[in-house]
């Protein structure tokens, strides 16, 4: 045994050093991290994408909204007689006033920020701001593309900032020819700063820029007149001319560059995607959003990855410890095997010695149920030497007077002489009935049927049944049934329950007793019912005990239930006594059915 345990030390060693040695490959969980945060980044980059192009598309449709609000509003101010009569005597002061007042009422009612009429030279003679201090009556914007292009092509559009007002805003023209040939612009306003405000609301950084590339319109004033990439001398020269945006240095704004992967920087150097999409006359329109959540969600799917392969890793280290534990429980199982063999020969010889024991205590049991049983017959015999003796003291004396009688011819001797043999009866059923209860013998049993063993009982009691009165209804049998029992000692159970039941309702009205049969898949049971006064459930765990009887006659020994509660057990079974619905009392005998066993 000593060198089978130093084989089992040695490979339990073994296999602890090969386990200690296996480390976690941290490659791979940085590789899986790697990819996982790859295919995060991607995924939530390209949803980023889909809606910031989703954000471009209503940005340019609430663009192309507000200003198709006001595109035909110059050419229909053109067409009325105000602004003709205007245009037409601009030196006459009622012409002027009518069309000024025209121009204000359109605006009051239009929203537009301002409406101006412009002669053929682009002098404005005729506006709705012309109460105010900052009115454009007598100012020259002929140096406007908007003013040029009206008049040379019918319409001219334009976003500067106003040289007047010194405010932004999308000017709108549309040139008006008199039949005589005399012509002029009107011009109209527009403040697209609503949209701006829209757009912070939103928290969705958009902006607009003009066909050079300089941000107009934008959704965080820090991006406001500044290019999208360096301007050229050309271009700044041009600018400045028109005076696009007045009162701006665009020459020393710094450009908001954009990176070859479309990121720009916007508040607090935060990092910003960006798409870009070309609008109208020669606009462009941008939006832009935040990485950060691209970026947490990548970082996510990173250590999402790790845990992942640092599990999948753990479950195979786990796995591989298993098959290791598996084989030095199977070294174990070689190594105990032969110890298990010696154990189980000396258990086999214990329970040889076991069973014998057992034996002998349920023999030795027997003996001492049996002398049990007659210490208690000891106990009795005080009751038994006064039950007979009155007997046999009465037996003497009425034989002695029949005897004195015969002598003097007496008829009454006869009398005497039959009382005298009914005494002697008497004491030869007490003592029948305690040597029955008393002797040890050896019950020999066979299969019994049910049937003849309760038909015998009933014609057994039909004497003690006249007397009484009370004949016993046997309740119909729907089958027969086998029983393995002794039919004598069975059919004398049934008889003692008869006469307990016909002893219980003797002298009462309406005293009924019956029988029955009823049968279970495992079980028979004889039922013996009468409506009598019952037993008190005081007393009712005593009735099976010998000598204990509830009955007032004199005849009563208290041995019969006591007796086939014995033969009953003998043959496997059990007498049952229960209070009956209605009143009165329901024996059962009840015994295993032969019928559905194994063989």
Not at 302 to 311: F, I, M, Q, S, T
Not at 549 to 560: A, D, H, P, Q
Request: some cysteine; aromatic content about 6%; hydrophobic content about 45%.
């Amino acid at each position: 045994m000593a060198t089978n345990r130093d084989k089992l030390d040695a490979w339990e060693s073994k296999t602890v050093l090969k386990l200690g040695r296996r480390t976690i490959h941290w490659q791979v969980i940085i590789v899986a991290a790697l990819i996982c945060g790859a295919l995060s980044w991607q995924v939530s980059y390209s949803s980023l994408i889909r809606r910031l192009d989703q954000s471009l598309i209503l940005s340019g449709h609430a663009l192309t909204v507000e200003i198709e609000r006001f595109r035909y509003l110059p050419a229909v101010a053109g067409e009325d007689a105000r602004i003709q009569a205007a245009l037409r005597a601009p030196d006459d002061a009622s012409a002027i006033l009518g069309a000024n007042g025209y121009l204000q009422t359109l605006v009051e009612t239009s929203g537009a920020t301002h409406l101006y009429l412009l002669d053929a030279n682009g002098v404005t003679i005729a506006a709705s701001n012309w109460k105010q201090p900052e009115s454009f009556m007598g100012q020259d914007y002929s140096f406007r593309p908007y003013f040029k292009d009206a008049l040379a092509g019918g319409s001219g559009a334009f976003y500067a900032i106003g040289v007047t007002t010194r405010l932004p805003g999308y000017f709108l023209a549309a040139r008006v020819v008199l039949p005589d040939g005399i012509a002029g612009v009107v011009v109209v306003k527009i403040d697209l700063t609503s949209l701006r405000d829209t757009w912070s609301r939103v928290g969705q950084d958009t902006a607009v820029t003009d066909a050079d590339g300089v941000i107009f319109l934008a959704s965080d004033p820090a991006w406001l007149y500044r290019p999208l990439e360096p301007l050229s001398p050309e271009v700044l020269a041009r600018l400045e001319t028109v005076q696009t945006y007045a009162g701006t240095n665009i020459a020393a704004a710094r450009p908001l560059t954009q990176t070859p992967f479309g990121l720009i920087h916007g508040k607090g150097n935060r990092l910003l995607a960006s798409r870009l999409t070309d609008f109208g006359p020669n606009w462009r329109v941008l939006a832009a959003a935040p990485l950060a959540p691209a970026f947490g969600i990548a970082t996510l799917g990173a250590l999402v990855g790790a845990l992942l392969a640092a599990l999948t890793l753990g479950w195979g280290k786990i796995r591989r410890q298993r098959q290791a534990l598996l084989e030095m429980e199977r070294h174990h199982a070689t190594l105990l095997e032969q110890r298990v063999n010696e154990r189980t020969a000396e258990l086999n010889r214990e329970i040889d010695v076991r069973r014998k024991t057992e034996d002998e205590l349920r023999s030795a049991q027997e003996s001492l149920i049996q002398a049990e049983k007659m210490a208690a017959l000891g106990r009795m015999s005080t009751a038994i030497v006064h039950e007979i003796s009155q007997p046999l003291a009465a037996m003497e004396a009425t034989l002695l007077t029949a005897t004195l009688l015969a002598e003097g011819a007496v008829p009454e001797a006869l009398q005497r002489v039959e009382t005298a043999r009914g005494l002697v009866k008497r004491m030869q059923r007490t003592t029948r009935r305690l040597k029955s209860f008393a002797q040890k013998e050896v019950t020999e049993t066979e299969p019994v049927d049910l049937v003849p063993v309760i038909e015998g009982a009933m014609e057994v009691i039909q004497p003690r049944a006249k007397a009484a009165g009370v004949m016993p209804e046997l309740r119909p049998i729907a089958a027969s049934c086998r029983v393995e029992a002794g039919r004598v000692r069975l059919e004398q159970v049934v008889v003692n329950l008869l006469v307990n039941a016909l002893d219980a309702v003797e002298g009462r009205d309406g005293a009924k007793v019956e029988v029955a049969l009823t049968l279970t898949p495992d079980e028979a049971r004889i039922t013996v019912e009468d409506n009598g006064p019952g037993i008190d459930p005081d007393v009712m765990p005593r009735v099976s005990e010998p000598f204990f009887t509830t009955k007032s006659k004199s005849e009563g020994l208290g041995l019969g239930l006591a007796i086939s509660n014995e033969i009953i057990e003998s043959f496997g079974g059990k007498i049952d006594l229960e209070p009956r619905e209605g009143g009165g009392l329901r024996a059962s005998v009840r015994l295993p059915r032969l019928e559905g066993k194994d063989p």
